[in-house]
């Protein structure tokens, strides 16, 4: 699956709630966020950013590798690519990402009774 591209953010649920429960509500902006995916095999480099803040992680599908939080806490975690996703278990969330009709489709479900399921869609540039 090719998830190569800069995208832009168009369409997203539950922003706000989840940034509420990751601790992150002062980080909520306005502004669209973008996601730039370099891929090379099954290498790859992902970077969120607005203006003034990019947060990005290099990973390689299948291998544990050191990811960062949007809080830039540290963690290992084994990215995987099942069924055209892409998946890793974050600290406070569950991140899927997928191509759906050339648009990056992502969500990230915290855990718990209350969890949270922000889903952003973001469309080619």
Not at 45 to 53: C, D, F, G, Y
Not at 60 to 82: H, N, P, R, S, Y
Not at 97 to 114: N, P, R, W, Y
């Amino acid at each position: 699956m090719a998830f190569a591209g800069k995208y832009e953010s168009e369409n997203q649920e539950n922003y706000e709630e989840f940034l509420e429960a990751l601790g992150l509500l002062s980080a909520m902006t306005d502004h669209n966020v973008v996601t730039e995916v370099l891929q090379d095999g099954h290498d790859f480099t992902w970077t969120q950013s607005i203006p003034n803040w990019a947060w990005s992680n290099k990973f390689t599908i299948g291998q544990e590798c050191e990811l960062v939080t949007m809080k830039g806490d540290k963690f290992k975690a084994t990215v995987l690519l099942e069924g055209g996703k892409i998946s890793a278990q974050f600290p406070q969330y569950q991140f899927t990402a997928e191509i759906i009709e050339d648009k990056l489709v992502m969500s990230c479900i915290t855990s718990g009774e209350k969890g949270v399921a922000f889903k952003r869609i973001s469309k080619r540039m």
